[in-house]
């Protein structure tokens, strides 16, 4: 009985200790936006990120930590950032996105404390409204926002999963 309650303890502990572990490696995956300076340069297309509005993106990849000296990976539209992420190489690496909710700024002026998981965001595609690449994505943190956007300036409202490369073009 001794044996049981012994085994029955070292079990409890075993998932315990690895549910500590698994949330802390949920915990190193998320990050933080990283604020984007007048000179950073867009990932895809090389362009000034900051002369240009609309929604930005930023992505971070597997093994890659801001304590590694390695940099985030920022783009001048969520158009950029999607047809970067949407590469199959790419794809499989990236551990956060992050897009500017574009109901809690103007468009000509996204703001760095207003970035939002791009995964739970949704987004209007086709919208007269423009970013650096021409069409962009505009990204929202409430579908209803995206509605909204959409109404005033046209466009379908699409989640995250919705997207693929044919959105884009």
Request: proline fraction near 2%; include cysteine; charged fraction near 25%.
């Given at each position: 009985?001794k044996?049981?309650?012994?085994?029955?303890?070292?079990?409890?502990?075993?998932?315990?200790m690895?549910?500590?572990?698994?949330?802390?490696?949920?915990?190193?995956?998320?990050?933080?936006?990283v604020?984007i300076?007048?000179?950073?340069?867009?990932?895809?297309?090389g362009?000034?990120?900051?002369?240009f509005?609309?929604?930005?993106?930023?992505?971070?990849?597997k093994?890659?930590t801001?304590?590694?000296?390695?940099?985030?990976?920022?783009?001048?539209?969520?158009?950029?950032?999607?047809?970067?992420?949407?590469?199959p190489?790419?794809?499989r690496?990236?551990?956060?996105?992050?897009?500017h909710?574009?109901?809690?700024?103007?468009?000509?002026?996204?703001?760095?404390?207003f970035?939002?998981?791009?995964?739970?965001?949704?987004?209007?595609?086709?919208?007269?409204?423009?970013?650096?690449?021409?069409?962009?994505?505009?990204?929202?943190?409430?579908?209803?926002?995206?509605?909204?956007?959409?109404?005033?300036?046209?466009?379908?409202?699409?989640?995250?999963?919705?997207?693929?490369l044919?959105?884009?073009?």
């Open positions: 009985m044996f049981i309650n012994t085994l029955g303890i070292t079990l409890a502990a075993a998932l315990l690895s549910a500590c572990s698994d949330k802390a490696e949920q915990k190193q995956m998320l990050h933080q936006a604020k300076e007048a000179a950073d340069e867009c990932h895809l297309c362009m000034i990120i900051s002369n509005s609309g929604p930005k993106g930023e992505l971070f990849q093994g890659v801001e304590e590694s000296g390695k940099q985030v990976k920022k783009f001048c539209s969520t158009r950029d950032m999607f047809s970067h992420y949407l590469d190489e790419n794809k690496n990236v551990t956060t996105m992050l897009v909710d574009m109901s809690k700024m103007p468009w000509d002026a996204p703001k760095d404390e970035f939002i998981d791009a995964r739970k965001a949704w987004f209007v595609a086709g919208s007269e409204k423009t970013g650096a690449m021409g069409q962009t994505l505009a990204s929202f943190s409430k579908e209803a926002d995206a509605k909204a956007f959409a109404k005033e300036f046209g466009g379908n409202v699409l989640s995250f999963e919705e997207i693929d044919a959105v884009l073009l």
